[in-house]
Nanobody
Framework: QVQLVESGGGLVQAGGSLRLSCAAS????????MGWFRQAPGKEREFVGG????????YYADSVKGRFTISRDNAKKTGYLQMNSLKPEDSAVYYC?????????????????WGQGTQVTVSS
């Protein structure tokens, strides 16, 4: 019933930009906080950022602060991750997730639903 679908990934040169989208269906979108995670080969899935239900609060990993921006459009039931000044170390599969929790966006365990991911590859 609940589905999250990421899109917008691809191949980009270092210094370039991409915007990822996370389209939600089967849930009351505005009742869920949203998170973004990424996973590179051989590494654990790591927190990228989160956004509150209303979009009033955002949270970022130190590694992406100042470069990535999280937003959401509740009317469209879509979350976004704008990625600027991309680096090769940003290469990973990016996942969006939804949570009814009260605000700890860092931990994977607080999320109820996950998308299948979209590949981002940043070349040198």
């Amino acid at each position: 019933q609940v589905q999250l679908v990421e899109s917008g990934g691809g191949l980009v040169q270092a210094g370039g930009s991409l915007r990822l989208s996370c389209a939600a269906s089967g849930l009351s979108f505005s009742r869920y906080g949203m998170g973004w995670f990424r996973q590179a080969p051989g590494k654990e899935r790591e927190f990228v950022g989160g956004i509150s239900r209303s979009g009033d609060s955002t949270y970022y990993a130190d590694s992406v602060k100042g470069r990535f921006t999280i937003s959401r459009d509740n009317a469209k039931k879509t979350g976004y991750l704008q990625m600027n000044s991309l680096k090769p170390e940003d290469s990973a599969v990016y996942y969006c997730a939804a949570s009814t929790g009260s605000g700890n966006y860092y931990y994977r365990s607080v999320y109820d639903y996950w998308g299948q991911g979209t590949q981002v590859t940043v070349s040198s």
